[in-house]
């Protein structure tokens, strides 16, 4: 079953096992500078700044019927000029 969790999670190994990619984070997108779950892949526990480049997903409203549900997000990668 395809949920939101196993979509989040499948974005982050996508980011994890990408070489370019040093930094993922999902919410909110004021949340994005200091929200960043996790840098080089390994849990970000003290709330330090993403490492760039890096890899946001920010949720919208799902869109639920009587047989599915439907998911969008923003996604952002971003890097530092």
Request: aromatic share 10%.
């Amino acid at each position: 079953m395809l949920n939101y969790k196993n979509i989040i999670d499948d974005l982050k190994k996508l980011v994890n096992n990408h070489k370019q990619i040093n930094s993922f984070g999902t919410g909110d997108i004021r949340q994005l500078i200091y929200l960043t779950q996790e840098v080089e892949g390994n849990e970000n526990t003290g709330d330090n700044a993403p490492v760039y480049p890096l890899c946001y997903v920010i949720p919208q409203p799902a869109i639920r019927d009587e047989q599915f549900n439907t998911f969008t997000f923003n996604i952002i990668v971003a890097d530092i000029m």
